[in-house]
């Protein structure tokens, strides 16, 4: 730290921050309804969105209530810091803290600090253990900070806190974009005029790829994988593992042309995506063995298969036709039993429009994620410049 403004004081964190050690053993008995673990808290955001329940049974029983701030000390680098606003019981290896004296230390400002750089390399740094490395209260509780006088820490509150309100207003518009997008596209696979078969609407027969594909090769052919599909219009070769042209060669079948899909069979079964969407030049590249590719014949637009094959109508197909037990993230879906899934179909000029139609608001949903993003980066400039020092 460098030299401190005139009334800042340098104190360390555990002279500012108590660490709540209080339980709750029945929180039935005390009315207590959620449980909150390191999955519900997510990296930059303040907010609690999801939780658990007490009724579906919980082990859990360091007490959390509203107002606290929690802090995932297991795996520090996930950054994950939020503040509780209900009543909880909450996993051991979340933190609840707060402020020992809201007259030296606002409360509300303690999340903004716990999400500093500073902060997390100190957390980061004191952590032990190699697969799950956790930092401890003796070591985080060193971590030295500049603190202002208390009417600056308002001040500084108010602006951070329009910052948070700015980040949360794109959380909305982006939430919205989508839904406006699920729900035109829900929309109009309900008032199709007919149902086709998946394999009747393409031009050679819908299979899987690559079954091994050997040794990473560094300029090889690109070959995609669920993990890819899964990354949506953000993938880019730089991200793709690479085969032998050898065999890739093996696998001519599934070698992708401009236009086709690919539908995971695996894992995240009936995620959809699009060659030409996917990279500009993914033409030629090849699929893993837990994916499908899907070639349009000239009855249907390619852009619109894009688009049926991401109606929940064909989740549906999907999910109707796969084998292994219920809720097993391995249960998988036959290429045979694929072929026969039944897709939405409207003629071809129809097919154009509702293309052009969905583009446009993907194209929106895809704006706002971007100014969701740059909203973030806003806020977390924010907090080290009014704090990072």
């Known amino acids: 730290m460098g030299e401190l403004k005139p009334g800042w004081r340098r104190v360390k964190l555990g002279d500012v921050v108590r660490l709540n050690k209080e339980t709750c053993k029945d929180p039935d008995a005390e009315e207590i309804e959620r449980t909150i673990g390191l999955e519900h808290l997510e990296p930059g955001d303040l907010r609690v969105r999801s939780w658990g329940e007490v009724s ?45 004296d809201p007259a030296r230390l606002l409360p509300d400002l303690l999340p903004f600090i716990c999400q500093t750089d500073a902060f997390f390399e100190h957390a980061v740094g004191t952590s032990a253990g190699s697969l799950s490395p956790r930092t401890n209260w003796t070591s985080l509780g060193q971590y030295e900070l500049a603190l202002p006088p208390l009417a600056e820490q308002r001040r500084m509150l108010a602006a951070l806190e329009e910052c948070t309100g700015l980040v949360e207003a794109a959380k909305r518009l982006n939430q919205a974009t989508w839904n406006v997008l699920d729900s035109s596209l829900t929309a109009w696979a309900a008032a199709a005029s007919e149902r086709r078969a998946l394999q009747d609407l393409c031009r050679v027969p819908v299979t899987y790829g690559i079954v091994k594909a050997g040794l990473h090769v560094d300029k090889g052919v690109p070959y995609i994988r669920v993990a890819d599909i899964t990354a949506g219009p953000r993938l880019t070769m730089r991200t793709m593992l690479r085969t032998s042209a050898e065999v890739s060669q093996a696998y001519a079948r599934t070698i992708l042309e401009e236009g086709d899909c690919v539908v995971a069979v695996k ?60 809720g097993d993230s391995l249960r998988e879906i036959t290429i045979a039993a694929l072929r026969t899934v039944p897709v939405p179909w409207v003629p071809m000029d129809q097919q154009i429009q509702v293309a052009r139609r969905m583009a446009e608001l993907e194209s929106a949903a895809l704006h706002s994620d971007t100014h969701l993003e740059a909203t973030r980066r806003m806020a977390r400039a924010a907090i080290e410049a009014v704090l990072g020092g």
């Open 56 to 100: 579906d049974g919980t082990t859990f029983t360091n007490r959390v209530r509203a107002g606290q701030v929690l802090f995932g000390k297991r795996r520090a680098y996930q950054r994950k810091v939020a503040v509780a606003d209900f009543d909880a019981v909450c996993s051991g290896d979340i933190y609840v803290l707060e402020s020992k």
């Open 267 to 326: 894992a995240s079964r009936g995620v959809v995506g699009q060659a030409r969407w996917i990279c500009g030049r993914l033409a030629g590249a090849n699929i893993s063995r837990d994916v499908a590719r899907v070639a349009p014949c000239s009855s249907i637009d390619p852009r619109f298969l894009y688009w049926s094959l991401r109606t929940s109508a064909f989740m549906y197909g999907i999910q109707a036709r796969e084998t292994g037990w219920k």
